[in-house]
């Protein structure tokens, strides 16, 4: 029985893909990663070299990862392969349940009620917790959807139960067991979630400011204002045929708005372009490698905005402990076609429309 030595092996992995990639140098490296590293140039075109290299390196028991440096190219080959296997976890269904008691709580506040009428009314916060977490499902399935459309390993989504208002939840996050295949996915998967959830919300936010009210704004202390964004208010124009607030008028908000509204404000904060959140998938999809100096920017301008509004500053912190790493795909070689670049900007610009400088206004005990 004879061993083969790393550099043997690395040397037929060379020639299993010498069709589309001229190998300059090989490098192997000890240690528990055991990569072996492959710089030189494709000879056809990305898309169709990319996908040779990954199939010829799975055949052999290797991921492969494709990274552009300087003039060349660089291959990067890890002993193992991902297993695409659907993740069942009985905490997912655990936290729903809790989330979605928390969020009815949370809704039957904004119906007026206290802690015990909650206890013996739980469904009055129906409206409120149906809209969100409706809209919150929605977003989720996207993301679930599109992974598992592209074979990838997805848990179900976790929701994060937070029993005060605003809305009674942080949101959900869901977990992937291998990175994504190129750029295009990253996009796909990363889009699918906010233009989900925005399907639910644009309507479910309709219904509920038709059901909602105009009258004179008085500045109670204590009241709370929602902030708006260019789609928030060019929704209420179309519906009352003004801007509000505005004349010392505005809308008092049914329960579906004001969960609707929250929706909105929830997709904004994730298509923030940095690190993991959904717009940082379509920022590295669109810009690659250069989106570590768009995290650092986003950071930045997330403290300034401190300024109007200090809820700002703790999402500073966020993106600057989680934010600041992308995740990269395989094929980080491929670029995007001129359609999936429309996509990229289209999200971006999406982010432009509902992002809301001031998210919510308490009025202090002098009416501001």
């Known amino acids: 029985m004879t061993v083969q030595s790393d550099l043997e092996i690395a040397q037929q992995l060379a020639a299993s893909i010498g069709a589309v990639f001229a ?22 075109e990305p898309r169709a070299a990319s996908e040779r290299i990954l199939s010829s390196f799975k055949q052999r028991g290797y991921t492969a990862r494709l990274r552009t440096e300087s003039d060349h190219v660089v291959v990067i080959a890890t002993r193992g ?3 695409a296997r659907p993740i069942l976890d009985v905490r997912a269904a655990v936290l729903f349940v809790l989330t979605l008691v928390s969020v009815l709580y949370i809704g039957a506040l904004w119906e007026g009620m206290t802690s015990s009428e909650f206890l013996q009314r739980p469904l009055a916060g129906l409206p409120f917790a149906a809209t969100l977490m409706g809209i919150l499902m929605a ?9 598992r459309h592209f074979g990838m390993a ?33 996009l796909l998967i990363g889009a699918a979630g906010p233009l989900a959830g925005l399907c639910v ?40 045929g003004r801007l509000l607030p505005g ?36 920022a590295y ?22 300024f109007v509004h200090p809820a700002w500053w703790g999402w500073a912190f966020i993106l600057l402990l989680l934010g600041q790493r992308s995740d990269e795909p395989l094929d980080d070689v491929t670029p995007l ?19 809301t400088p001031k998210p919510l206004v308490i009025i202090g005990p002098t009416g501001a």
Do not use: C
């Open 81 to 83: 392969l991902f297993v």
């Open 201 to 240: 919300a644009i309507p479910l936010l309709v219904v509920g400011l038709l059901r909602s009210t105009v009258q004179p704004l008085i500045l109670t202390p204590g009241a709370v204002m929602e902030g708006n964004s260019i789609l928030y208010a060019t929704i209420k124009f179309v519906i009352f």
């Open 139 to 147: 977003h989720e399935a996207g993301h679930y959807v599109v992974s």
């Open 285 to 306: 999809a669109l810009l690659g490698k250069r989106t570590r100096w768009l995290n650092r920017i986003v950071v930045v301008i997330t403290l300034a905005l401190g």
């Open 247 to 282: 004349g010392g008028y505005d809308v008092f908000l049914h329960p579906v708005a004001m969960a609707a509204w929250g929706g909105l404000l929830v997709t904004m904060l994730n298509l923030i372009p940095a690190g993991q959140l959904d717009g940082g998938h379509v």
């Open 154 to 186: 997805v848990s179900l989504p976790y929701f994060i139960p937070f029993p005060l208002p605003p809305f009674g939840t942080m949101g959900s996050v869901i977990r992937a067991q291998q990175p994504m295949h190129d750029r295009r996915q990253a």
């Open 23 to 44: 190998v300059r140098s090989i490098t192997t490296s000890v240690g528990a990663d055991r990569q072996m590293r492959f710089e030189g140039d494709l000879l056809t």
């Open 337 to 355: 076609t001129a359609g999936q670049r429309a996509l990229a900007i289209g999200m971006l610009v999406l982010f432009v429309l509902l992002f």
